[in-house]
T-cell receptor
Framework: DTEVTQTPKHLVMGMTNKKSLKCEQH?????MYWYKQKAKKPPELMFV???????INESVPSRFSPECPNSSLLNLHLHALQPEDSALYLC?????????????FGAGTRLSVL | GESVGLHLPTLSVQEGDNSIINCAYS??????FIWYKQESGKGPQFIID?????DKRQGQRVTVLLNKTVKHLSLQIAATQPGDSAVYFC?????????????FGQGTTLQVKP
C-alpha cells in the first residue's frame, strides 16, 4: 500500500477564512512534505517534516502554517490567503529524507481563494 | 545553479509507437533522478528511478537512460497506450543532501493518438 490520503479534495475559501488541509499515510514513513502546484507547472516544495520536526521551510509566507501532530498526519493551516494562493496542494511522504527514498504523493487538494 | 528541465513541453505519438521524453539537468553533482507521471486530477505517480552510478534501468515497458557526460536523462515508453497520456516530470534529489528536497523539471505532456 503506497497511499497518501488528502482531504478535502476541493476547497473554496474567502480571504478572511481559516481552513485546514489534511494528509494521512499509514506506510510508516517518517518524512512528509507539502508542495504547491500551479496549473501547467511542476510541484514546488513548501515544507519538509522529518520525524515530526520541521526541517525545511522554503520561505513560505506565514499565512501557511504546517503542523505534524504525529508520524501519520500532516496538516496545513490556512489563514488570510490571497487569490494568488489558489493552486493544487500536494502532500507526499517517504520512508526518510535520505537519498533514494521515493516520495509518494496524494491526489491533492484543489484550493480556490475568492 | 541547480535546475532540471525538459526539452519539449508536448509530445504527440501514435498508439503502439515508442515514446521518448527527454530531460536535461545542470548540477553535475546530482546523484539520483526520478521520473513521475501525473494524470489529470491526480498527484504525481512514481514511475522509475536511477542513480548516477548507472547508465540504464528498465521497468515494465519503461526504460530510463542517463548520460552523465552531457547531463541528459530520458524516459522511453514502449508500445505507448492511451493510458500513458499524462504529464511526465523528471526530478532530481538536491545534490548529496539528505534533506529530501526534490527538484522537478517543467514537465512534458504526452498525448497518445488512437
Amino acid at each position: 500500500d503506497t497511499e497518501v490520503t488528502q482531504t478535502p479534495k476541493h476547497l473554496v475559501m474567502g480571504m478572511t477564512n481559516k481552513k485546514s488541509l489534511k494528509c494521512e499515510q499509514h506506510m510508516g514513513h517518517r518524512a512528509m512534505y507539502w508542495y504547491k502546484q500551479k496549473a501547467k507547472k511542476p510541484p514546488e516544495l513548501m515544507f519538509v517534516y522529518s520525524y515530526e520536526k520541521l526541517s525545511i521551510n522554503e520561505s513560505v509566507p506565514s499565512r501557511f502554517s504546517p503542523e505534524c501532530p504525529n508520524s501519520s498526519l500532516l496538516n496545513l493551516h490556512l489563514h488570510a490567503l490571497q487569490p494568488e494562493d489558489s493552486a493544487l496542494y500536494l502532500c507526499a511522504s517517504s520512508r526518510t529524507t535520505g537519498l533514494k527514498n521515493i516520495q509518494y504523493f496524494g491526489a491533492g487538494t484543489r484550493l480556490s481563494v475568492l | 545553479g541547480e535546475s532540471v528541465g525538459l526539452h519539449l513541453p508536448t509530445l504527440s505519438v501514435q498508439e503502439g509507437d515508442n515514446s521518448i521524453i527527454n530531460c536535461a539537468y545542470s548540477n553535475s553533482a546530482s546523484d539520483y533522478f526520478i521520473w513521475y507521471k501525473q494524470e489529470s486530477g491526480k498527484g504525481p505517480q512514481f514511475i522509475i528511478d536511477i542513480r548516477s552510478n548507472m547508465d540504464k534501468r528498465q521497468g515494465q515497458r519503461v526504460t530510463v537512460l542517463l548520460n552523465k557526460t552531457v547531463k541528459h536523462l530520458s524516459l522511453q515508453i514502449a508500445a505507448t497506450q492511451p493510458g500513458d497520456s499524462a504529464v511526465y516530470f523528471c526530478a532530481e534529489i538536491s545534490g548529496s543532501s539528505n534533506t529530501g528536497k526534490l527538484i522537478f523539471g517543467q514537465g512534458t505532456t504526452l498525448q497518445v493518438k488512437p
